[in-house]
Every structure is written in structure tokens, then in C-alpha cells.
């Protein structure tokens, strides 16, 4: 075989090992397109007294040019000496990292009367988020095969304004379908999503150990994450359709069906089929995310047992389990239904506690709206209602204003709400203010206070949240996706210019 051939088979082999193990990226336009931006320019300096980096809160000059941080400064005062470029002084506002959301329902393609890219990056946009990761459900189709994954991404293309990446579905239907997980993953699924209970959509149906087992087989070859829903029905514990219709508008009605042991249960399982995942000679072995953690309880303590014994685990809670409890839950006010529930006050307290001492690694929105007509507003059936928070545009002031009565700084706040996640979903280009990373930024004031209601502007496509009537402290001011400001002030740019993100 001749030295050319030789060195074409080498870099076959390279480019074919990549695929499988390089941290994620997507095409990204690195360039100043005409609308991206609110901001004129592609060489630029942001000042602050209060810069968020790795070696804490310092007052610091940020240069960004090409979409990229390219040098950080720290100094006292605004920068003189700019190489030329445009410098912005925030003052004593907080220039951060951009938010990272692993976990948010943008229902596009197919249910965009629910949401949709376009309302739903601009309410990320307005919060602070440069980053979001999209569930496979509740789009039309679901994200469970190549084909409909690159459907979604097509439909995702010139409708994003912050970056958006994508999770695959695992069902039933394709678990034991090697082919088709490893065509999905190739054509640029983060990881895969699957749900250990109904999850209300008829073509995502639940999965079981064998299942997961499966999955994790292949995700530990491509180095993903699987994320679970974890709570399993237990016997005799679903009877819904025996309770009358007086009780279906109690909140507590809808919490005494999905107990604590629905949670207990699937994470039991969970860390039984986590115990040997290092598949043919994965050096890692594959790595198990449980969502949206409800029960401080049991659900906790087993995976506080199972880290602690090395299992590759992680877990995210959400806001509105940091926030309400079921003791303020109104009765007919299905607002505030969601999957797992919202539990009791001792529940919440717990669970902060749980964050703050490093046992649950991340936070997320888990945004999932739907059509007003499904949240039964007017019946207050908490039974039949569909179980979503839409929240996403305001999970920046939420944690801050709630998690400084607990003790949250901002560099834990920036570690839960980017740096984490970011982490998880393979980004590592993004979460971090360090140079050579892509200029996703937020600058906002900590201090500055705010009234969810008729005069705030709310980005979702539908203003039914739970959070109206809240008094917050945190505004956004700006924010930057790979340099590009696509948020001032309750503007956003004229163009969508966010990309989508594919694992390559």
C-alpha cells in the first residue's frame, strides 16, 4: 500500500473516530450579518464592575471579535486603550455567562399553537438564555428517528435567536433498534430523552430497564447523556377515574396520584442498570441524567448513595419546585400542574438545601407549555388539565430573588444555570467566561426589581404562568449569542440568527 493511500486511510479513520468522541459543535457563522446584531459591530470591549469568571467577581474588561472572547482585562476603570474598538460601560451591572437550559419543550415542528421557535428563543432571549437544549416531545412528529430529526432541524433554521440544540427521543419502538439510535445520534442528537411513565403524547411511549439498558449500550460508544424521566406508576395508586369531580379541582387530589414512590421506584431502577455501563470498552461508561427532581425525600438520598459510590449520574431540579409549595396551591388553579408535582413546603426546603450542598447539579426550566384550552382554567380539573409550567423567559430573577434567602451566590447561580449544564449537553465552548470561548454573555441587574404582570412584557406565546403577580429582583439588560446582542432592553434583533447546535 503506497504512503498516499496510507495516509487516506488515516484520516478516514480520524475523521470516523471524531464523530464518535469530539465535544459537540454546529456550523456556526461566526460573521456580522446584517439584523443579527443591535449592536454595530463585530470587534467590541464590555466593561463592568462586576464581571462573572472563572477567579471570581472582578471588575473587568471583556473583549469579544468574531463571536468569540478573545481577551479579558481586569482593571478598575473603563478601558482607554481599545485596539479601536467599541467599548460598552455597564457600570455595576453583572456581565455572566449566558444561561444554558437543558430542558425546555419548544413544540415545533407540529404544535406551534403551543409554542415554537420563534417565541420561544425570544422569551429565552429576554431571560438571559444564549443556550437551549429541546426535548423530543411535543413536536409533530416526535424526535425518535433520523427522519424526524432532521425534520425539526430544518424547521428550527432562520427561526432561532439564541443557539439551540436537540435531544433524540428513545421509545419503545426504537430501543432495540440499534441502527436507528445510532442513526439518530449521527445526525446530531445531544443525547436521548426517555420517559418511565406516560408521557401524555401517544407516539412517545414509555420505557423500562431493558429498554434503558439497551440505549445506554450505544451512548456510552458516543460519549451522551440519556435523560429520564424518572417516576413509575404504582399499583392500585392510579384511580383517577373513580374520583369525583369536586375533588378533581384539589390540588392535593393530583398530588396524592403520583406519590413520592413513583420517583422512588424508577430511580431505584435507574441506578441498578447505571452499575455497569462501561460497554465494549467504554473508558467512561454512559452517563444517566434524571430530570426534574420533585421528591427531597428517598428519590434523594438514593442517588446522594449511588454518586457517592461512583456511579456516573446527575440530576437537575426545576424553579417551580424551588419556589411553590402544594400548601399555597389554590384549588382549580391548574397553573401550576406539572410532572412530577409540586410537594410540600419541607419538600422545598430540602431541596434548596440539596442544591447548596452540591447534591443536585443543575437547574433547568423544563418549559412546557401548551394551547390555554388544555390547562382547563375555566374546570380546574387538575386530573385532566395538561401538566406544564411555562416559565423559561424567568428562571434567571426566580432563582436569584428566592435563592438569596438560602445563601446562593452568583457564582453557584452561573455554576447551575451554565456552566453545568453547558457541561451535560457536551457545549464546551459555552457556560464560561474564559478566551476562546463563544461570546454567549448576560448582563443584568441583580438589584433591579420587577412585577410579573400587565406591565411585563412576557415572550412566550402565551402569558399563563403560575409566576404571574411575582415581585423579582433581576433584570436583563442584554444579551450576546456568539457576540451577536439579540436582546436590549425589551428589543430583540430584526434576524434570527441563532444555529442550530449538532453533535458532530
Known amino acids: 500500500m503506497n504512503s498516499s493511500l496510507l495516509l487516506g486511510v488515516a484520516i478516514a479513520i480520524a475523521i470516523g473516530c471524531a464523530s464518535i468522541l469530539l465535544p459537540y459543535f454546529s456550523d456556526r457563522n461566526q460573521g456580522l450579518n446584517e439584523g443579527c446584531s443591535l449592536l454595530p459591530h463585530r470587534h467590541f470591549w464590555l466593561y463592568s464592575k462586576r464581571v462573572l469568571t472563572p477567579g471570581g467577581i472582578v471588575p473587568a474588561a471583556v473583549e469579544i471579535n468574531g463571536g468569540h472572547i478573545v481577551s479579558i482585562v481586569h482593571q478598575n476603570k473603563v478601558p482607554k486603550q481599545t485596539k479601536g474598538a467599541h467599548v460598552i460601560d455597564y457600570g455595576n451591572a453583572v456581565i455572566m455567562p449566558g444561561l444554558v437550559d437543558v430542558h425546555v419543550h419548544l413544540n415545533e415542528p407540529g404544535r406551534v399553537e403551543w409554542e415554537g421557535f420563534v417565541t420561544g428563543t425570544k422569551a429565552a432571549a429576554a431571560g438571559g438564555f444564549t443556550t437551549l437544549i429541546d426535548m423530543p416531545l411535543n413536536s409533530v412528529p416526535t424526535t425518535t428517528s433520523k427522519e424526524a430529526f432532521?425534520?425539526?432541524?430544518?424547521?428550527?433554521?432562520?427561526?432561532?435567536?439564541?443557539?439551540?440544540?436537540?435531544?433524540?427521543?428513545?421509545?419503545?419502538?426504537?430501543?432495540?433498534?440499534?441502527?436507528?439510535?445510532?442513526?439518530?445520534?449521527?445526525?446530531?442528537?445531544?443525547?436521548?430523552?426517555?420517559?418511565?411513565?406516560?408521557?401524555?403524547?401517544?407516539d412517545f411511549g414509555q420505557t423500562n430497564a431493558s429498554h434503558i439498558k439497551e440505549a445506554l449500550r450505544i451512548l456510552a460508544k458516543y460519549q451522551r447523556p440519556l435523560l429520564v424521566h424518572a417516576e413509575i406508576p404504582q399499583p392500585s395508586e392510579d384511580e383517577k377515574t373513580k374520583i369525583d369531580i369536586s375533588e378533581r379541582r384539589m390540588y392535593s387530589t393530583y398530588l396524592r396520584t403520583r406519590p413520592p414512590s413513583w420517583e422512588e421506584e424508577a430511580i431505584k431502577i435507574l441506578i441498578a442498570v447505571s452499575k455497569d455501563t462501561h460497554f465494549d470498552g467504554s473508558k467512561d461508561g454512559a452517563h444517566i441524567h434524571i430530570v426534574h427532581l420533585s421528591d427531597s425525600s428517598v428519590s434523594l438520598d438514593l442517588i446522594k448513595e449511588a454518586k457517592e459510590s461512583g456511579a456516573r449520574l446527575s440530576v437537575e431540579t426545576c424553579p417551580h419546585y424551588l419556589v411553590f409549595s402544594a400548601e399555597e396551591i389554590s384549588d382549580g388553579d391548574t397553573r401550576f400542574k406539572c410532572a412530577p408535582p409540586i410537594r410540600d413546603v419541607l419538600n422545598r426546603e430540602r431541596l434548596w438545601k440539596a442544591l447548596k450542598d452540591g447534591h443536585i447539579d443543575m437547574l433547568s426550566s423544563d418549559h412546557s407549555p401548551s394551547s390555554p384550552e388544555l390547562k382547563l382554567l375555566e374546570a380546574g380539573d387538575f386530573l385532566r388539565a395538561w401538566g406544564g409550567i411555562s416559565s423559561l423567559q424567568f428562571g434567571l430573577p426566580v432563582t436569584w430573588s428566592y435563592g438569596q434567602q438560602h445563601g446562593l451566590q452568583l457564582d453557584q447561580l452561573s455554576e447551575l444555570w451554565s456552566k453545568r449544564p453547558a457541561k451535560l449537553a457536551g457545549q464546551h465552548k459555552k457556560g464560561t467566561i474564559v478566551t476562546g470561548n463563544d461570546a454567549d454573555i448576560v448582563v443584568w441587574d441583580p438589584e433591579n426589581d420587577i412585577q410579573i404582570g400587565e406591565n411585563y412584557t412576557i415572550f412566550h406565546k402565551h402569558p399563563i404562568t403560575p409566576y404571574t403577580g411575582k415581585h423579582l429582583f433581576g433584570s436583563v439588560i442584554a444579551t450576546f449569542v456568539r457576540g451577536n446582542m439579540v436582546y436590549e432592553n425589551g428589543s430583540h434583533a430584526s434576524t434570527a440568527c441563532g444555529v442550530p447546535i449538532l453533535a458532530v
Open 150 to 202: 432532521d425534520m425539526k432541524v430544518d424547521a428550527a433554521k432562520g427561526r432561532l435567536f439564541v443557539d439551540v440544540g436537540f435531544w433524540g427521543g428513545l421509545v419503545p419502538e426504537n430501543a432495540f433498534n440499534n441502527t436507528a439510535i445510532d442513526e439518530l445520534l449521527q445526525a446530531g442528537a445531544l443525547g436521548l430523552k426517555s420517559f418511565m411513565c406516560p408521557s401524555g403524547i401517544n
